[in-house]
């Protein structure tokens, strides 16, 4: 690894640096709002798919209708959370992206944990899912600390 010194600081990776997190708290937050307005977008059309084949089979396939939005969710973070730039499209939009603590790339079946936990801990316990940002290292998230992942800027 390249090391070298910021402010009498030895940085050996780019986690280490302390400017990697900075604004990640609201940069997440805009993230977000992109990608649920790009699932909302994608799933029109697996919607209208699902109409058809409601009709081609006499209503049965209308049953998919109360999944559609979460796989559509899942397909989305597995190609883009868990692809080669490790973010979603609302996160390169907004220059940030998801890494692993030992360093190992995010695979899809991580980024799919990472996105459920998330889900989950939004519907359990909401306010505090952005609350362990304002006292963690690194402005991590209750999930981020359960896979050992972090948010950091790509731009630093």
Known sequence: MNARVLDGEIITSRLDDVRAYDGVRSRRVFACIIDYLVVGLLSIPFAILVFLFGIITLSLGWMLFPVLVPAVAVIYIWNTLGGRDQATLGM?????????????????????????????????????????????????????????????????
């Open 92 to 156: 390169k939009a907004m220059g940030i992206r998801l890494d692993r603590l030992d360093g190992a790339p995010i695979d899809g079946m991580t980024a799919v944990v990472h996105s459920v936990l998330f889900w989950a801990g939004n519907v359990i316990l909401t306010p505090l899912v952005l609350l362990v940002t304002l006292f963690s290292d690194r402005k991590r998230t209750l999930h981020d600390l359960l896979l050992g992942t972090v948010v950091s800027r790509t731009d630093r």
